[in-house]
């Protein structure tokens, strides 16, 4: 058959099932992406004939003969598209693995179409930007600030991947051609719990192309966490890489490698697996009475199901709720979401030239990926390299080890280069989800609104494993506390195994559920009281002078490096009076109200947390950095070179950067908990310090000058009228000897805090139960804003991922533990015709803790927006939602006879 | 997706050369469903798109489509003014979680052979009384009523290897006054409910109930039936478990949207016949 693609004309002959995303991708045009391979979020989307279509639902034979064009042929030679050209000044991706599609998608639309986005973009779905950027793009609008020397800092300057992106030559972790590859498939339980009595791997053996079967008796049997921290202690050591026993619908239990993925897939069909059945358990009260079925018996079965108990009191709330006037009481409750990044999981490992072993991955922590594979297989550090490219979104996804293992395994005993990606549904069924969490909140109060009590009961659910369940728990108990003053507070949480897919650690991690809890009951207490729901959120918020307690008397390590709540409060309060807000749609049934959430958000884990930095001044007068920390769309690419850059007085294009690599980049934890900036950040920036140092004391040195005198500008160490350029200064140093080099660590504590509170206006059909948003503001306490552009995008993606968990996210399971809705299609991520446009504000702070003024801020925006729509919804109906989510089907029926 | 398991795509040059079914075959249309999950049943796939059938064909009679007719053609067609209902084409065809990218290759018959409650091109063919024509294999082609043709969540009527080749819906239902209401859990998304009315000269309605059952429903009423008269057909017609469950509406809503839509339409035709 003829092929034309991009103009390149060939005959070629496609599988007979092959669809035209993979016959692209086999040609080595990558920029076509697999986001979900069923049609659903768009990222694979091409031109046939100049007709935008999902190439992974088309048959590879029906595009013969006809004029494909990819991202990749868009442009006419190096003059950009327009849609190219606007989502580069607009800045209209984050990780960018949507954007191939995205730019297909809207370069396609005629006037009529773009008339009406909604609908025509429906079939594209973002998980970073929330939406906003795109439009922006769409509508011309340019973000980007020009990159001046020395005043990098505070710019909003572009992701120096934006031209690959939006070309699609950005490559990505499967974005890679290797030669003699192999291929890992993997069969799941379709059972909650059960031993395995036999895997007979004869038949799949007899399949052509089956290189080996892989089951629990081939692995190492060491146990450990597919949880990544720092502290490997605070992850319970409960897994297996394959065990014998299967404790979910959707846990591994045998792998197939072979020289194909059809013969991989056909290889795990193939596998006769012996099942003896067990008493599976879903429920976490449930699993925590005596006669539950006990999931692990390594060490904790002494507390039956309850992996970890945490609690606390300052003061005593018995005698709170004495003195109260009034109490509240209620138990709130948070559902089971996954992260739908859009690149999913996926390593490719190989054995170099150099004889070691070579780990590309889609992780958030590579470095403590090479730590965990090093112990399981015995390795030695340095006889593994694991690194990442760019990742395509991660929001705690991928602060996880689920395909780095059995790749290593695989090229272990054959020596040849393995890929293993998962599938969309895997992603559902086999990876980690945000843990569900149920809170009792008891609330007392005087009749004034002062705080007399506070008192939560967490109960969370981590599902078959123990990855992020302590840690997320704590951190349920610890922000959300902290955020109102109150002598008397206590909390207990539990975590609790159960049969269901695990756990994990995902943006906002425990605080968002607790603060759902917490921020609802605030509301219904003002609505006891009788008083505004701002005036009593204002009397018992935490202040600067306020001593940061949760439930904990001893002291920590948390201190207020700048203090911007009140102003948020203002800012929220302000724009909800007098912003832009859609109007209510027309008819009588609609009822309208608003509402209002804080947050507060320790910027860091209490964990160790440590990242290094390298930089160096190269022979052209530019810098090269290198981080440990892992760019996930996060933008700390961008950021990290603007912290260079401030310092350096040079431009952030001045800054060549490479990170999350083990052999090319200091060891970083891992950038997940909010660390990018505070952690990986503050090591940039006393590295580039230390750096200037290094340059200014040479200079001032051979000059015999004062140090004081000198200062970096522009590619030159300048004093007065005499300016040398950082090139001949090298060139000179370097032959005298001098090394323009210099390397730091940074470790996290003390931590700061960042603030947000989020104002939702809203109309809610009291027949259909259908909600419109009409306005959606947010004002953000982060201090210093390093790049403003990108601390919009991330918070717009951090609502409108809120939003989601609110409104239109459902992992939907029946009664045996099997999701039924493991695909977008049915578990729906929020599209354009779902985001409305947000108006972000920023308090005017000054961070004396974290690098250069700026707090963390990639998680805290998604903690206030489900309990403000469940505020909104409570004034506009006077019905409490207390159980997420709000779709439409499970709030109608409370919504009758409202007025 | 790669549906690893095909091994062989055939292209007849017509349907009846393909004379001896068994399983593992599958007509492939617009593909956009077969191609979004593994197939592990199937291994090759017969090219409807082989046979060239012209896609819409507009007479005094109605309006003809063919199978394989793609949505984004229906979504376009420029219909003959005297067609009042006409306007539900477009409604049907936007009225689908799909994007409009995937209407480029999804097919009309091949949304109403997956047989989804929400298959919005089942509820366009059942409201404008259409009629299908079946091949099946060893027997003469027959003619069944739309509202006939799906009998359950993913269930017809076809026989294995039995075609769906065309569509028709007369001119006069085409020519009747109609009212459409939708809605989804989501905005834009996969309908909960999706209900049709359409009135003749006598201000008669014929109420079609689809996404909400498992199954369309339809109901005749004479003139200017009442809300209660409509009430106790729907009551009579479908039982307390005849509503659909899954993830894009719980049965009670489902089942609450169904009364409430039916009702809005019976008042907004018993309305506008009025005006007229």
Sequence with gaps: ?899 | MDINTIRHIERPPSAADVTHWREGLAWLSGGTWLFSEPQPALDTLIDLRAFDWPALAVSADGLDIAATARIADLDKLVFPKEWTAGPLLSLCCRALLMSFKIAHEASVGGNICMSLPAGAMISLSTALEGTYTLWPRDAEPRTVAAIDFVTGNRANVLAPGELLRSIHLPASALTKRFAFRRSSLTHLGRSAALLIGTSGPDGDLLLTITASTFHPVQLRFGPSPSAVDVRRAIDAAIPQDGYFDDVNGLPAYRRHLTYHFAEEIRAELAGSGAVA
């Design chain 1, 1 to 899: 058959m003829n092929y034309s693609i991009d103009g390149h004309s060939f005959s070629a002959e496609p599988r007979a099932g092959q669809c035209l995303r993979t016959f692209l991708r086999d040609r080595g045009v990558f920029g076509v992406k697999k986001g979900c391979d069923q049609g659903d979020c768009g990222a694979c989307t091409v031109w046939v004939d100049g007709s935008p279509i999902h190439s992974c639902l088309m048959p590879a034979f029906r595009a013969a003969g006809r004029e494909v064009t990819t991202i990749q042929g868009l442009a006419k030679g190096n003059e950009l598209h327009p849609t190219q050209q606007a989502f580069l000044d607009a800045q209209a991706f984050q990780c960018g693995y949507c954007s191939a599609g995205m730019i297909m998608t809207i370069a396609s639309l005629d006037e009529e179409q773009l008339a009406d986005l909604p609908r025509n973009l429906k079939g594209n779905l973002c998980r970073c930007t929330g939406y906003g950027a795109i439009h922006d793009a769409i509508n011309g609008v340019v973000n980007v600030s020009e990159d001046v020397a020395g005043g990098a800092c505070g710019a909003s300057l572009p992701n120096p991947f934006g031209p690959g992106i939006v070309t699609g030559h950005a490559r990505y972790t499967m974005d890679l051609e290797v030669a003699d590859l192999t291929y890992l498939k993997v069969l799941r339980s379709s059972h909650p719990h059960a031993r395995i009595v036999s895997i007979d791997r004869t038949a799949a053996m007899a399949v052509p192309g089956v290189l080996e079967v892989f089951t629990w008796e081939d692995v190492p049997r060491r146990l450990y966490s597919t949880a990544t921290h720092e502290d490997h202690l605070v992850d319970p050591d409960d897994t297996y890489i394959l065990d014998d026993v299967v404790r979910f619908v959707g846990q591994k239990v045998a792998a197939v490698l072979a020289e194909t993925e059809a013969a991989a897939e056909a290889g795990c069909r193939a596998l006769v697996v012996e099942y003896e059945q067990l008493p599976a358990v879903f429920d976490p009260e449930l699993a925590m009475a005596p006669e539950a079925p006990v999931l692990h018996r390594k060490g904790g079965e002494a507390h039956g199901n309850v992996f970890a108990e945490i609690g606390g009191e300052v003061g005593s709330v018995a005698k709170g709720f004495a003195e109260a006037d009034a109490i509240h009481e209620r138990t709130y409750s948070t559902s089971r979401v996954q992260h739908v990044h859009l690149e999913t999981h996926g390593t490719i490992a190989w054995r170099g030239a150099d004889g070691r072993i070579h780990v590309r991955t889609s992780s958030q922590a590579p470095f403590i990926a090479h730590e965990k594979l090093v112990y399981l297989f015995g390795l030695r550090p340095s006889e593994l390299h694991v690194f990442t490219e760019r990742v395509g979104g991660g929001f705690g996804g991928k602060q996880e080890m689920l395909t780095e293992d059995l790749c290593v395994l695989a090229l272990l005993k054959t020596g040849r280069p393995v890929k293993w990606e998962f599938t969309r549904e895997e992603q559902f069924i086999g990876a980690s989800t945000r843990h569900q969490m149920t809170t009792h909140v008891k609330l007392g109060a005087k009749f004034d609104g002062t705080l007399t009590a506070i008192q939560i009961r967490v109960v969370s659910n981590t599902g078959a494993y123990g990855g992020h369940a302590s840690e997320t728990l704590a951190a349920s108990l610890a922000s959300p506390m902290s955020a109102y003053r109150c002598v008397n507070k206590r909390a207990n949480g539990y975590v609790v195994y159960t049969n269901m897919v695990p756990g994990g650690g995902f943006r906002g991690y425990g605080a968002s559920q607790s603060t759902f809890a917490i921020e609802c009951a605030m509301d219904d207490l003002a609505k006891l009281l009788k008083i505004d729901p701002f005036a009593l959120r204002r009397r018992n918020m935490v202040t600067a002078d306020d001593w940061i307690e949760a439930v904990w008397s001893e002291a920590s390590d948390v201190d207020f490096g700048s203090y911007g709540l009140d102003q948020c409060m203002d800012l929220v309060e302000n724009a909800l009076a007098t912003g832009e807000r859609r109007p209510k749609p027309e008819g009588e049934n609609w009822l309208e109200g608003t509402g209002i959430a804080l947050a507060m958000l320790e910027s860091g884990p209490p964990t160790e947390h440590r990242s290094g930095a390298v930089m160096e001044l190269l022979p052209d007068g530019r810098f090269h950095l290198a981080v440990g920390s892992t760019e996930m769309g996060n933008g700390s690419v961008t950021s990290h070179r603007q912290l260079a850059a401030s310092v350096l007085g040079s431009r952030a294009e001045d800054i060549d950067i490479i990170n999350a690599d083990t052999d090319k980049a200091p060891f970083d934890t891992g950038t997940f908990a909010s660390t990018g900036t505070v952690v990986a950040g503050q090591a940039v920036t006393l590295t580039a310090t230390a750096l200037r140092q290094n340059i200014l004391s040479y200079v001032a040195r051979i000059t015999q000058s004062k140090i004081e005198d000198w200062k970096m500008e522009g590619g030159a160490v300048v004093s007065g009228d005499q300016r040398i350029s950082l090139a001949e200064l090298r060139a000179t140093g370097t032959a005298a000897g001098h090394r323009f080099q210099a390397k730091r660590k940074a470790y996290l504590s003390p931590r700061t805090v960042a603030f947000n509170v989020h104002g939702i206006r809203l109309a809610v059909h009291r027949v259909t139960g259908d909600i419109e948003i009409l306005q959606s503001v947010h004002a953000a306490d982060i201090g210093r804003l390093i790049n403003p552009m990108q601390c919009r995008g991330q918070i717009n993606g951090s609502i409108i991922m809120g939003l989601g968990w609110a409104l239109t996210e459902h992992m939907d399971y029946d009664d045996t533990g099997h999701m039924k809705n493991a695909a977008l299609r049915n578990y729906r991520i929020p599209s354009f015709a779902d985001a409305p446009r947000n108006e972000i504000m920023f308090a005017d702070t000054y961070d004396t803790i974290g690098p250069l003024g700026a707090k963390a801020q990639g998680e805290c925006a998604i903690n206030p927006i489900a309990p403000a729509i469940s505020n909104a919804l409570f004034n506009a109906t006077g019905v409490r939602f207390a159980t997420l989510p709000f779709t439409p089907d499970r709030i109608f029926d409370r919504l009758q006879g409202v007025s």
